[in-house]
């Protein structure tokens, strides 16, 4: 549930070195949100390359292609676009296409120069997804209505009454209750919730599926022990009270007590 710290990511490539860098922006199994920007500048400044997975983060956490100067960063559209699943995003830096170009073995399966030449003709490599292209144009028409700003604002609110709805389990039943991540690096998109050691996070997951909704059990290491909520896309901060409604009436018939 920890994030890098820009310092320590420094002072391992000047110890050892490396063209490329990746992260990922928002870590679904923890709900960590890394500071992609400070990430950046140490990056940079060692002559290297950031490749960004921001496959919970796009659309729901502030990010600045441009301003930021990102050198490669990609999604999915079942994520924070709201998107039936089946497209991928990605976004290059003029200056990573060229030096791109200048690598004769990168591939072809997923070559950026590639897709970069047919986009300039408003085509793709290969056959797309064409009906998912119509969802596209429909979703992205909506997402420009709302805002992006408003759009990171909601996914900030929905975060925020999730997190007070942690303190207030934790309070009120059981003080194991709480947030993975720490403060300050918590993902606008999905909170992983740790629990008592009374409650297990499948039978949380599975209570909670026979009321109508669905959240997730924990990745890993974490199933047990955890359950992430999923606060993204074009869901509300009313939507996301009412299912953390029906996880708390499930919690104390499953074992949750002090």
């Known amino acids: 549930g ?16 490396a063209r490329v860098v990746t ?12 500071d992609v920007h400070a990430l950046l500048r140490v990056v940079h400044d060692a002559g290297a390359v950031l490749l960004v997975d921001s496959v919970t983060g796009l659309a729901g956490a502030p990010f600045e292609t441009d301003a930021w100067d990102v050198d490669f960063v990609f999604t999915g559209s079942q994520k924070a676009l709201a998107l039936p699943p089946g497209l991928a995003f990605g976004v290059a830096s003029a200056r990573f296409i060229e030096e791109a170009a200048r690598q004769p073995q990168r591939g072809t399966y997923f070559d950026l120069v590639e897709f970069e030449k047919f986009a300039h003709k408003r085509q793709t490599p290969n056959t797309p997804a064409v009906s998912l292209l119509y969802a596209l ?6 997402i420009a209505a709302e805002g992006v700003e408003a759009r990171w604002a909601r996914h900030a609110a929905m975060q925020a009454a999730t997190v007070a709805w942690v303190e207030s389990l934790a309070r009120e039943i059981d003080p194991a209750f709480g947030v993975l991540s720490p403060p300050g690096a918590r993902s606008p998109t999905v909170t992983c919730v740790t629990l008592p050691a009374t409650l297990r996070g499948p039978a949380v997951v599975d209570a909670v599926a026979t009321r109508g909704y669905v959240i997730g059990a924990g990745y890993g290491a974490l199933r047990e022990t955890t359950i ?10 009313d939507g996301v009270r009412r ?14 007590l002090r």
Do not use: Y
């Open 23 to 34: 992260v990922a922006h928002s870590e679904t199994s923890t709900g960590a949100l890394q």
């Open 137 to 142: 144009e429909a979703q992205v028409a909506a």
């Open 228 to 237: 992430r909520i999923g606060h993204m896309g074009d869901h509300t901060v």
């Open 2 to 17: 920890q994030v890098h710290a820009p310092t320590a990511v420094s002072a391992l490539l000047a110890e050892h070195g």
């Open 243 to 256: 299912v953390l409604d029906v996880v708390r009436d499930v919690l104390v018939p499953l074992g949750a």
